[in-house]
Nanobody, 122 residues
Framework: VQLVESGGGLVQAGGSLRLSCAASGSTSGIYTMGWYRQAPGKQRELVATNNVDSTNYADSVKGRFTISRNDAKSTVHLQMNSLKPEDTAVYYC??????????????????WGQGTQVTVSS
């Protein structure tokens, strides 16, 4: 599975950006798709994820960010509104592929995009 992000950039505080991620390859087994971010000097953190069972958001983005997914196109988007300087980070697309080992056991494999920079100026 290959993931390619787009849509990052520079925006003023209070503005909006929309991130997009397109998956290619063996996409039929993708279970979870979503977004993580990593700010300088900090660990990578969950922003939003979606699968058939649930949609999760980080508390810091609830009410401001919305994740949407189109399985027919193997895409996931992140609409980011009311952006704050603390949202500045590299945003990574994430996909979790459900597969089966050669011994017949289920397993999940994680895939990551190359990241896209989001910078929010104050």
């Amino acid at each position: 599975v290959q993931l390619v992000e787009s849509g990052g950039g520079l925006v003023q505080a209070g503005g909006s950006l929309r991130l997009s991620c397109a998956a290619s390859g063996s996409t039929s087994g993708i279970y979870t798709m979503g977004w993580y971010r990593q700010a300088p000097g900090k660990q990578r953190e969950l922003v939003a994820t979606n699968n058939v069972d649930s949609t999760n958001y980080a508390d810091s983005v609830k009410g401001r960010f919305t994740i949407s997914r189109n399985d027919a196109k193997s895409t996931v988007h992140l609409q980011m509104n009311s952006l704050k300087p603390e949202d500045t980070a590299v945003y990574y697309c994430y996909a979790e592929l459900a597969t089966v080992t050669r011994h017949g056991r289920p397993e999940f494999v994680d895939y990551w995009g190359q990241g896209t920079q989001v910078t929010v100026s104050s």
